[in-house]
């Protein structure tokens, strides 16, 4: 089942593009963090969806928010996708699949690894889901407006 609304976050360290592991708990606090499950590097779609939150990475960042992809390729793969695309935000290597798993992201049909994106308030409440295989630039537009609104507000009490 897909973590929801409401729900704590749960936490995970991942190698990044540069083989550094990245830990959810680490980046929480002063930001709140977007992070995009994405099926693999440099397919299409996925493309797509990476480029639209490189296009809109430093709104995210005034907005407050980190943005971090998860995908099971590998951290060399995604150090030459966030090379090809010059792509700002860390790309981290699930290559297990675990974390994947622990958010619920499931793959349709079977066939290939799900899209899900997860925006967790500062304080590592899971402030908004949307799981969509092809609607790439809908997860980026709705992962903002969620930011934003979040800047607005105080964080939810722990």
Do not use: N, W
Not at 1 to 18: C, H, I, N, R, Y
Not at 19 to 32: I, K
Not at 132 to 156: M, N, Y
């Amino acid at each position: 089942m897909t973590v929801a609304v409401g729900e704590k976050a749960p936490d995970f360290t991942l190698p990044s593009s540069t083989g550094e592991p990245v830990t959810l708990s680490a980046l929480l606090g002063q930001r709140a963090v977007v992070i995009f499950f994405y099926p693999k590097d440099e397919t299409p779609g996925c493309t797509v969806e990476a480029c639209g939150f490189r296009d809109q990475y430093d709104t995210f960042i005034q907005a407050g928010a980190e943005v971090v992809g998860i995908s099971s390729d590998s951290v060399s793969s995604h150090e030459r996708f966030i090379e090809k695309h010059s792509l700002p935000m860390k790309l981290l290597s699930d290559s297990d699949g675990k974390v994947r798993a622990l958010y619920g992201v499931k793959s349709p049909l079977g066939l290939f690894p799900g899209r899900a994106t997860f925006v967790v308030d500062r304080s590592g409440q899971v402030a908004h889901v949307f799981v969509s295989q092809l609607r790439f630039g809908k997860h980026v537009d709705e992962a903002l407006e969620v930011v934003k609104r979040l800047r607005a507000s105080p964080p939810t009490a722990s």
